[in-house]
T-cell receptor
């Protein structure tokens, strides 16, 4: 079955540490996204990518970095510069065929500070 | 940029009753409005969507209405069941705006058996 796989499901970060969240999709979708979800704040866009080797900052990119070396993969690194990283992180993808399409989401990674 | 407001933030209904969630948007250029359901510990899943050339769309117990003039759209769930309990998000995006999806803050729906 096609879908989006996020790993790990739970992640703990020590102070001063960078951590990387994995996102892989086998839907052959062109665009991929990272969102942060906090209680009562909905989904906020961190980064998005339309094609390989290209990505754009979203609304809350500070303290995060991404790469898009393969169409299927869009890992997110939470750097030590992100002072409040505790949140639920969601990866999504969508095809680009000229008409708006719904986003397909993974089941998220919950990041906590030790 | 686009702003999407969603009401109510929490909603409790008796099993079998109807539930209505409302959203308003600010950008008149937005033309695509999906609704997502998120169960605990999972990612959101699309349940229904509507485009600006349509005023209403229905799929079994779920329906969505769109009023472009007033810039608001609503989700209607009839004959609610306990498995409908979840958080529901509305969203809006402009034409070709693959990167510009704006989400509401979500509505936590509880269906009481």
């Amino acid at each position: 079955d096609g879908g989006i796989t996020q790993s790990p499901k739970y992640l703990f970060r020590k102070e001063g540490q960078n951590v990387t969240l994995s996102c892989e999709q086998n839907l052959n979708h062109d665009a991929m996204y990272w969102y942060r979800q906090d209680p009562g704040q909905g989904l906020r866009l961190i980064y998005y990518s339309q094609i390989v080797n290209d990505f754009q900052k979203g609304d809350i990119a500070e303290g995060y970095s991404v790469s898009r070396e393969k169409k299927e993969s869009f890992p997110l690194t939470v750097t030590s510069a992100q002072k409040n990283p505790t949140a639920f992180y969601l990866c999504a993808s969508t095809p680009l065929d000229g008409v708006n399409q719904p986003q397909h989401f993974g089941d998220g990674t919950r990041l906590s500070i030790l | 940029g686009e702003n999407v407001e969603q009401h109510p933030s929490t909603l409790s209904v008796q099993e079998g009753d109807s539930a209505v969630i409302k959203c308003t948007y600010s950008d008149s250029a937005s033309n695509y409005f999906p609704w997502y359901k998120q169960e605990l510990g999972k990612g959101p899943q699309l349940i229904i969507d509507i485009r600006s050339n349509v005023g209403e769309k229905k799929d079994q117990r779920i329906a969505v209405t769109l009023n472009k003039t007033a810039k608001h759209f609503s989700l209607h769930i009839t004959e609610t069941q306990p498995e409908d309990s979840a958080v529901y998000f509305c969203a809006a995006s402009p034409p070709g705006g693959y990167q510009k999806v704006t989400f509401g803050i979500g509505t936590k729906l509880q269906v009481i058996p």
